[in-house]
């Protein structure tokens, strides 16, 4: 319970055997969770030892956030990487188990990811403060890697400073190079957007005065500079 994200760097003996058994049954393992959660919780545990690293989805199993944003060759390739690692220190594991696991590893590291960037950005667009609270799992409001997740190491691919929480629109310019955000945090149109802006009545309605003019960031982890200028490098279609 306490390594399912991976942040514990000596994992106990009998780690296989028991991401064996839960990728075998993932329902009995969402009800398991949940009640040692609670239990940790009576005892006295708090979030701060014991994190609730997973969600339960109201129709019943675990919900994972920021799949989407796991690209299927590159995750194929971190796959097999781990799985080798996993295999050097598990010399009983089969390679259908450590495969099993080392993709697990990966999509719960890309779940506390996307669960950390959210809650940095309080659940709200840091472009337009769009904030569908009352509308969670929807895909309404998106963690994305600054520095996309395919072109990261492995521990930028968990850092929540290379993470900004926006709207699907927003989010899908950003990745579009047609936005970007300079180290001040100030947020830049390219002239493609700006011409766009002049002929287009819908383009005007999502980035002119609604797309404010610095990222709001109400949490504690801004991005960080070397993931914003990887954007402005390799992204944006002009210069800042």
Known sequence: MLNLDGSRANAAADEVLFFEAMAADSAHFA??????????????????RMPDFVERHPGGGIVLLGQDD???????????????????????ASDAQ????????????????????????????????????????????????IKPWAACSDPERLDASNG????????????????????????????RLQR????DPGVEHSFGPALRSTLRVPGHAAPAAPYLQWHQQHVYADDV
Request: glycine share 4%.
């Open 31 to 48: 009800v398991l969770y949940e009640r040692v959660l609670l239990a940790a919780r009576h005892m006295g545990i708090g979030p701060e």
């Open 70 to 92: 796991l690209p299927q060759q590159p995750l194929v390739e971190s796959v097999e990487r781990l799985a080798a690692k996993i295999r050097a220190r598990q010399l009983a």
């Open 98 to 145: 450590t495969t099993r696991i080392a993709e697990q590893t990966i999509r719960l590291g890309q779940h506390r990811f996307a669960r950390e960037v959210l809650t940095n950005y309080w659940h709200q667009c840091a472009f337009c403060e769009f904030a569908p609270r009352s509308l969670p799992r929807k895909r309404l409001l998106i963690a994305s890697h």
């Open 164 to 191: 900004i929480a926006a709207c699907p629109m927003h989010d899908a310019a950003f990745d579009a190079g047609l936005i970007t955000v300079n180290g001040g945090l100030r947020v830049h149109r390219a002239r």
């Open 196 to 199: 766009s802006r002049e002929i």
